[in-house]
Every structure is written in C-alpha cells, then in structure tokens.
C-alpha cells in the first residue's frame, strides 16, 4: 500500500476464510481503513493482489468487477448514508438498480432490512435527523439491501456508548450465524476484537508491516510479540 | 441470503386450517429473481381464520434469502396481530434467527411519518410562521453583523489577518479574468444593440454615449455582483456550511470567538471592499468593449469614440456606479455567510445553502438595483 512514492504498509499477505469475521486491528494510523479501502477496491494496491476466491480482484476488468462488488456490503466510518434521501431511499436504491423487483416488494424489503437493525418505522427519516448509533445501524441496513457474501465494517463501534456498541456487536454476530457471510472489521476497540472476531492481522505503522495474524484471543495469550501483548492488554505488559 | 440460488424448482406455498391451527408449507426456491406467492392469501386466511397457532412448515426448500424473510416477516405480523402466534421452528436455523432479529425491536410507531395529513390551511400556516422565522432570524444576523463591525473597527474583533488578506486577494485579483470576460462582452454587446437603433438615424456616434453611461452607472456594477455572487457568495456558503456540519463553528464559539467576527465580517469587508474596485476596472474593459465594435464594425474612429465617451462620463456618474458596487458587495457578502452559517448539517444542506446564497444574492442586486433607479432619478443623481 503507497501513496505516490510513500510506502504505507508492505508484504501484507493473509487469508480470511469464508464465514470468518475477520479483524484488522492495529494502532491510530497504522492504515487498518486504508487496507479495507484496498480490499474493496476504491484503492488500488502499488504491487501484489487481493483474490475473492479464484476471482483476481485487483486484476478483474471493470465490468466484472462492479459485479462482483453487488456481492459487497460495506459500513463506512460515518455511516455513509446519502443526506439528501430518507433512511427507505438510502436502503432501496441499490435494490431499484441491481434487482427486478416491484417498488411494492422493494418497500416490504426495506422494511424488513430496518426492522433487522432496530428501526422499523424510521423510514421516512434522513440521515441528520436521527442518531449517530442509528446512522450507524441503518448504514448496515444499506450494507445488507442486496443479501451480500461478504461485509466490511468500518469502525462499527466509534462513536457509539457502550450499550449501543454492544448492540451492534451482538448484531454482526448475528448476521454471521444467519446470513453465513463473511465479515472484515476494521476497529481498536479490544471488547469488539474480543467478543466478535474470529480470525485477525495485526498492522504496525513503526515496522510498516503485519506483525502478527490468528484468532485475536489466541494473539491476547500466546503472542511472543510484545507490541501485540501491550495492545491486546491495553498497554499493560502482559 | 446464505447460499444464493438464482434458479430452481418453483416456489409454493400451501396452507391448511383446523382446530385453530393454521399450518403453511412451503417449497422451491424462495430467492430473488424467482416469482414468488405473494402473503396476502395467507394474511388473509389468517386474519378471516383467527386461529390460535400458525405453523410454518418447509417441505424441500432448496434455497431462500431476504424475500423470505419478508414473506414471513408480514405473515408473523398478521399473526401476532390477530393473537395468534407463529411458530417457526420448522424453518431452517438462518431464517428463524433473522425472523427474531426482525422482531426484537418492537417498531416505534409514533416515528411512522407517513399518513400524516396536512391542509392547505395547514400549509400556508407552516409556511407563514416558519417565514416569520426565518424573517427574524435574518434581522438577528444583520443585527450581530452590525455589532460585529463596530468591534472590528475599534479593532477588538477577533479574526486571523492572514485569512483577511487572503479573502481580498481571492475576492479581488482572483476574480480579474471572469469580471473581464463578462464585462467586454456586455460593452461590445450594448455597443451592437445602440448601433442597429442608432444607425438608422444617422447617430452611430452616439454609440460611444451610450456604452459609457450604461456600463458606468449600472452594467458593470450589476454584472460584477453577479459574477462574484456565482464566485464568492457561493464558495463562503459552501465553505460555512462545510464547517458547520464539520461542526468547527461549533469549536469556534465554545472557544469563545465569534463566527461573526471571525468569519462573517473578514468576508463581508473583503466583498465590500473589492466589489467597487473590481468595477472601476470593469467600467474601462466595459467601454473598451464598445470602443472595439465601434472601430470594427461601426467604421467610428477609436479617437473619436473614446473622445465621446469621456464627454459623456461625469464624477458623479462614476461615483454613483461605484456606490452601487460597494452595496452589492454588502448584500453579496452578507447573503453568502447568512446562508453558509445557517446551513444543515450534511451534504445535502450546504448544497441547499449554497442555492440559496446565489438565489438570495441576485434577487438581492437586482431589487436593489430597481431601488437605486428610481431612487437617483427621483433626486436628479
């Protein structure tokens, strides 16, 4: 990952495994978004590639891949949700473009879609009148519209309370279960890493690489790294 | 949803009743893109029916995904409301999850929106107070515009002068190419349209008179406070409005410095200040214009029509353009900030507010512009 001639991250080199919620972790600054901002594609890596299975993503044409992007669900940082639409339009327009369906079948699923998340009668909504924990939720709303295989959350729990950020939590672990989709979240936040993560990478801005990978509760008791131990344990030496 | 299967065996649906048992069975292919039974019969066998129990049962569901779970989502909710309850337990473990995710949070019906009527009455009511509003709220701003002002002037405002400078220069040299573009082409096009009349009665001389007292007393005042309300207006909207929804004027103001201060009166002077000298200079490209058609078309020697043109302009014509030019960029300035400082928090809103200054801006020069018409003529000016 670079930008012009500044390397950000090198020899980055994992595998997330289908049904994984997946953690990328790593200190303020260590490029954790910006990885998830390679992985779907609104950066593009300086060298190496990103494979959805045996799918070349960083090599596909374009064609192939927008298509392989109504495969993808992502949460943005801030929600991501249009301010100019209600919560309804913001969740039915990936459905008006990518489906056949009636707007009858379109307003049951994106009824169904809020009632998921909690929000069930905020339809009508726009996204500043409502707040930053339901942004966040109905941005999964929208992320969810067209029943993806994989989901990338962005910092589900900045912002949020502690009840809320649990809430959430709770929910991706729901999702997984019944949906059987793969997830990828970027956070620091070590309750999150804890409770929902299966499988992780560990970024470090100082050597510029990943310096560990694994299951993160496995990571918290047997990493022999100490960067990851200190921040696994909250900056206390294990 | 979890394993997508675009085609299969076509879905159905069947449904019994006996002893207030409503038992439903469905099969195929529940998923997008195929056609699928639609709740209605089964809502409305539930809810003519009102049985106590509505089982669902699956009989070779070979795929599902959210249509499903909306299918079941509605029938549960027919269920629940006519007492009865749904039992799922014989759907997949997936479905039944998201049946109880969809739920668990019971709606908040007093945030349902829709349906709610309005009469016209209604209407104009709303839109009466909230004008009056609105209306006030405008006075408030001039009101702490004017405060503002006397403190810059006893030089207790707080503002960066670095950032006034920078305003001045984009608001003065930066706009030097668009006001000499727009001004030439209305000094040669004022100098087409007084040549067709004149022409015909011998008077293509007068061209020259024309040009000068059109462009100095009011076109290229006019003209210049649009094009710096399209310029300027618009971008101090838009940038307030960014840092309103950004909420750095909030920081600014529980830092204890004013928004109006720091803000609102560096861009307004910078406005105010520039407007009049960009139009000196637009009155000379304005007359060099006219002067250009004069000579090529109209056959007037340059030396003649600038010798006309400086016997039709008088000081107090230049001055009253330039007035007009100093209140332009007042309303401009103050119509920009206004909006940019009241804009909504989102992408939307300062969009909004960027419209409405350059809205506002132009019905602004203009309502001023008929004022300062019949205003000079009325007093001989």
Known sequence: ?238 | MSQPVPAGPHPTLRFTQTDGQLTASLSGSWVTGQSLPTPEGLVSGIVQGRPERVVIEVDDLSGWDSRLIGFLDQVGRAARQVGATPDWSGLPGGVQRLLALASAVPERTDARRDGIQTTTLEAVGRRTISATHRGGDALAFLGEVILGFGRFFRGKARYRPTDLWLLFQEAGMGALGVVSLINILIGMILAFVGASQLQAYGASIYVADLVAIAVVRDMAAIMTAIVMSGRSGAAYAAALGTMNSNQEIDALRTLGISPIEFLVIPRVLALTLMLPLLTIYADVVGIIGGAFVADTMLGTSLKLYLQQTWSALSPKLLLGGLFKATTYGLLVGLAGTYQGLRSGRSAAGVGDATTRAVVASIILIISAAGAYAVLFYAFGW
């Open chain 1, 1 to 238: 990952m670079a930008f012009g001639s500044y390397v950000l991250m090198r020899d980055l080199t994992f595998d997330v495994n289908r049904g994984d919620v997946f953690v990328i972790m790593g200190g303020s600054g260590s490029g954790k978004s910006t990885l998830l901002r390679h992985m779907i594609g609104l950066l593009e890596p300086a060298a190496g590639s990103i494979w959805y299975g045996d799918v070349n993503f960083t090599a596909a044409d374009p064609g192939e891949r927008e298509r392989f992007l109504r495969r993808i669900g992502i949460l943005y940082q801030t929600g991501g949700l249009w301010s100019s639409m209600t919560l309804a339009e913001n969740i039915a327009l990936p459905l008006q473009e990518f489906t056949d369906l009636s707007k009858r079948e379109i307003s049951e699923l994106v009824s169904l879609k809020l009632a998921l998340v909690g929000l069930r009668g905020f339809e009508e909504y726009y996204p500043s009148e409502i707040s930053g924990g339901m942004q966040k939720r109905a941005g999964l709303a929208r992320a969810m519209a067209l029943d993806p295989e994989f989901l990338f959350f962005d910092e589900p729990s900045a912002g949020l309370d502690p009840i809320s950020s649990r809430r959430l939590d709770d929910l991706i672990l729901e999702l997984r279960e019944s949906l059987g989709a793969t997830i990828v979240v970027v956070t620091h936040e070590l309750d999150s890493i804890f409770t929902i993560g299966t499988n992780s990478v560990f970024l470090d801005p100082e050597s510029r690489t990943m310096i560990a990978s694994g299951p993160p509760t496995a990571l918290r008791d047997h990493s022999q790294d100490p960067r990851v131990r200190r921040f696994l344990h909250r900056g206390e030496e294990a």
